[in-house]
């Protein structure tokens, strides 16, 4: 069973939609990273959080510590925020980070 | 400041041929790490270095070896290429300090191995 998994794998709306891309795991952490991958290019992150939640523009990263899930949602979504979502956490001495598997969104006009 | 840079941007090998991919941050962090992503998985570390001299293995280490001999770059080299290392590669840096963990990520390098 993978550590971090995310869901759904592959996500379609409609512009102007409420989208939500899930995260769970299953070991312990000191923060969960959201980060975006648009096609062809590079890695930016978007959020690192260890608790509550935080807001930046139109995109929303929660965590639940106790339930080992986090949730990101983008509202009023634009075909610009068409992307694959990765979800990863760190923890442990060296702090290295175990990624999940991403999700592609694809938000159409 | 560039950030995390990496060289090259593209790559086609023959098999058994060589190869070294360079990585350099201007951010004065000290961890580096080097990455492959593959389709359907997620990203897997190959090596990691926690400050200058330093190096350790990290989840697919094998085929690789790796290189901090300066704080700012970090080198990735392929001693053999095999098909199965055709994949994209990313550098990604950050702060020592406990906590501050986010990660910077180069803009990676597409390797085929023919």
């Known amino acids: 069973k993978n550590e971090v998994e995310q869901s759904p794998q592959n996500l379609t709306a409609q512009e102007g939609e409420f989208i939500t891309i899930n995260c769970s795991y299953s070991?312990?952490?000191?923060?969960l990273h959201w980060l975006q991958q648009h096609p062809g290019g590079g890695i930016v992150s978007l959020f690192m959080?260890?608790?509550g939640k935080k807001k930046h523009g139109r995109l929303i990263a929660t965590i639940n510590i106790q339930e080992k899930h986090s949730s990101l949602h983008i509202t009023a979504s634009h075909p610009r925020d068409s992307a694959v979502y990765i979800c990863a956490v760190s923890g442990g001495s060296q702090g290295n980070l175990i990624f999940g598997k991403g999700t592609k969104l694809s938000v159409k006009p | 400041n560039a950030g995390v840079t990496q060289t090259p941007k593209f790559r086609v090998l023959k098999t058994g041929q060589s190869m070294t991919l360079l990585c350099a941050q201007d951010m004065n962090h000290e961890y580096m790490y080097w990455y492959r992503q593959d389709p359907g998985m997620g990203l897997r570390l190959i090596h990691y270095?926690?400050?200058?001299?330093?190096?350790a293995k990290g989840e697919v280490p094998d085929g690789y070896n790796v290189s901090r001999l300066k704080k700012q770059n970090f080198l990735l080299g392929l001693e053999s290429a095999a098909p199965s290392q055709t994949s994209v590669y990313f550098c990604?840096?950050?702060?020592?300090?406990?906590?501050?963990?986010?990660?910077?990520f180069g803009p990676g390098t597409r390797l085929t191995v023919l």
């Open positions: 070991v312990g952490i000191s923060a």
């Open positions: 270095s926690v400050g200058e001299g330093t190096t």
């Open positions: 990604a840096s950050r702060e020592a300090v406990a906590g501050l963990n986010e990660q910077f």
């Open positions: 959080l260890s608790s």
